[in-house]
C-alpha cells in the first residue's frame, strides 16, 4: 500500500492544483465582472445623462418657465430610467476640483441610481458657451428673444466682456441634478453577464471535478488493486490449468480457455494418472469472474484427489459427492456442469459421466470407413443444484484415431451482430470436415471460424474447446461428401 500511494502522489498534487485553479477562476471572474460592469454602467449613465441635458431644445434654455416644462417631460418620457432631474438654484461656477471624482450614487425606494450634476446649454463639438444665465438684478423679461440668438438690454452688457470667459459678464450659471437607475444600464452589458455565468458554470464544473474524483479516489486505488488481483488470479488459473498443447501416451489433445472477462467460469484437464487411464474433463461454472474462478480451482482440486479413475462406481459416487459439495457449500446460483471422462487404451473405451454439460462429440470411423459424430449424453443433472442426485457412467468403443471434441457453452452460443448463434450445426459441419487433421490444427479452424462468426462482437461468455485423438497412430478418416 505505501507503494501505491507513493504512485498516486502526483495524481493527489494535480487534483488539488486543478481545484485550486477552479476555485481562482470563479473568484476572478467574479472580481473582475464587478469591476468591470461598475465601470462600464457608470460611464454609460454619465453619457445617457449628458444626452438628456442636450436633447433640451436651446430655445428653453433661456425661459425658467419653459426650462421645467421640458425638464419635467424628460423625465415623463424615460420614468424607468430617469428618477428625477430639476435645476439648481444658480451659484457662482464652482471650484475647480483636482484628482478624480468619486461616483454620486444614492439608495432610493426603486433603487441605486446615479447623480450627476451638469450645466446647461452644454453642446459638445458645436461651439456653444458652456452654460447660460441670467445677469444679477436684471429679469428675465429685459431680455431681447430672437429666434436662435439671445442678446441682453444695453444697460445690462459689460462695456467690454471678455471674449473667453462668459462670467465676465456677471452671469449666473444654471445647472441641473440628473439621477438615473444603474439597473438602466444594465440590459447594455448581457453579453458581459453571460460570460461570467460561463466562466462561473466552468470554474464550478471543474472544482465540481475536482471533488467528486478525489472523493472517488480511493475507490479508485481499490479498483486499481482489485484489478492487479484479478490479473494475479487470472496466472493462477492458467497455471492451473495443463497445457494448450500437448502429446501423451495413448493421445494427442490440444486446448484453449478463452475467458470472457479476466478469469472465468471454464476449465478443463487433461492428465495420465500413471496407470494408462487419461482423464479428459472439461467443465462449466456459472457465472463469471472472481466468484467463478473460485469455485474452478475447488472443482479442479476436488477432480485430482477423487478416486474417480477407478471404475464406475467410484465415479459415479464421486459425482455425485461433488454436487452435494456445491450444493452445501455455495450459494443456490452457484452450480456448475461438468463432462468428465478416461480413456482406456487397451480396450480403447471411454468411459464418462456427463453432469449437465452439452454433449461432446466422438468423430470415428464407422463401418464404411466414412467419419461418424457420436454424441455423449449419459450422466445425471447440473452439480450443486438437486439434493442426492443420481449419475450414471456411460461408456462407448472408439476406433483407432477417433476424435473426441468437448466444448462449453460459448462456443455454441456466441452471438453476432444479427442476434445468431454459432450452433451446434456449424460446429459439427466444421468438425467434419477437418476430421482426418491434428487436434491443434481442428482446435484453431473451430475458434477461427466462431471468431469470424461473432466479426466485430465480442463474446460474452468464455470460449473453451478440448480436441483429442485417442489413438498415437491414428487411421485416416474419409469425411462424408455432404458434410
Known sequence: MPKLSNRYLWFKLALAVGSLLGLVLLVQSAVTYHQVSRRMVLDELSREAQRQIESIPREALNDPSRLQGELDELRAAAPEKIAWVKLLDPSPRPPEVTGPRPPDIRETSKGRVLVRILPLGTRRGRGFPAFYGFPEGVPPSAFNRQPG???MPQQARSPEPPPSTPTGLGLRPQRVEIALYLSSARAVFAPLLTNLIVNSAAALGLVASMVLIWVRFPNYVRGKQLEQQTELAREVQRDLLPPPTAALADLDFAAECVPAWQVGGDFYDVYDRGDSRVALVLGDVSGKGLAASVVVGLLL???????????????EGASQA??????????AERFASLFWSYYSPETRTLHYVNAGHLPPMVVAANGSGDAEILRLEEGGPVLGVVPAAIYRQGTVVVSEGAVLVLYSDGVVEATN????????????????????????????EILSQVHAFLGKERA???????????????????APLDA
Open 301 to 315: 482440486g476436488a477432480i485430482r484427489t477423487s478416486d474417480w479413475l477407478d471404475g464406475g462406481p467410484q465415479h
Open 417 to 444: 451482430s444479427l442476434d445468431e448463434q454459432f450452433g451446434e450445426d456449424r460446429l459439427r459441419a466444421v468438425i467434419h470436415a477437418n476430421a482426418n487433421r491434428s487436434p491443434e490444427e481442428i482446435r484453431d
Open 322 to 331: 461433488l454436487s452435494e459439495l456445491l450444493r452445501t457449500r455455495t450459494s
Open 149 to 151: 440668438r439671445v442678446s
Open 460 to 478: 460474452q461468455d468464455d470460449l473453451t474447446l478440448v480436441v483429442a485423438r485417442l489413438q498415437s497412430a491414428p487411421r485416416r478418416l474419409r
